[in-house]
């Protein structure tokens, strides 16, 4: 009999540990036996919702928040996404962008059965790829890869009604008590906070399906 396992996941495009955690995740689900269906479903999540819509230079603001070197801090966690088979440069994408619009058509892609798949793909494209995720054509030109029609998925992450239901749900994640990303719930059960080594994310599914 086949057991169907949902998880929750709650990220941003802009977030390089949710790169790591997503990649983990995938990787742990892979591993998973034939009589295990895997439901995933993404939610919204802003890593700063204060973002200019021209975005922010990420080296400048790692230095004015933490006063460090920002090489310090993205050498750990392109260490860590090596060791997730991602060969990540984070100097290459200069820059932080907001989000919303990317939330937004991920959230819209939940009928279609492609909602994670879309999400790691537009990651990809910013982080591995250095596209500007967040021009509305680059977006467009990645839903269409997985199924939107171009004018449907321009008109969505423009659609002011969406944006605002994207806002909310980011607003009750926060008011949940989530305030980092990434952030994993498995079978509305268990918890799961940060990019963790990957047998982390073995044993929480192990735990969750045999309990189910």
């Not at 009999?1 to 495009?13: A, G, H, P, Q, R």
């Not at 994640?173 to 982390?200: C, D, H, M, N, R």
Request: overall charge negative.
């Amino acid at each position: 009999m086949t057991k169907t396992l949902k998880i929750d996941v709650f990220t941003d495009v802009v977030c390089p540990w949710c790169l790591v955690g997503s990649a983990r995740l995938d990787q742990a689900i892979a591993e998973l036996p034939d009589d295990v269906e895997v439901v995933v479903e993404n939610h919204p999540f802003y890593l700063d919702a204060n973002t200019p819509p021209e975005g922010v230079v990420v080296a400048d603001m790692l230095r004015e928040k933490y006063g460090r070197d920002p090489q310090e801090m993205w050498a750990r966690v392109e260490g860590e996404a090596k060791k997730a088979g991602i060969e990540l440069d984070l100097s290459q994408q200069p820059r932080m962008f907001p989000t919303a619009k990317v939330h937004t058509i991920t959230r819209l892609a939940k009928p279609l059965g492609i909602q994670h798949e879309l999400a790691n793909a537009i990651a990809a494209a910013y982080f591995l790829e250095h596209r500007q995720i967040n021009d509305d054509n680059v977006l467009a030109d990645i839903a269409v890869e997985f199924g939107f029609d171009r004018g449907d998925a321009l008109d969505a992450m423009n659609d002011e009604n969406e944006l605002a239901i994207t806002q909310e749900l980011a607003t009750q994640a926060s008011q949940q008590g989530i305030t980092g990303v990434p952030f994993f719930v498995f079978g509305e059960k268990y918890a799961l906070s940060g990019a963790q080594p990957a047998e982390v994310f073995t044993r929480a599914l192990a735990q969750t399906i045999d309990e189910m």
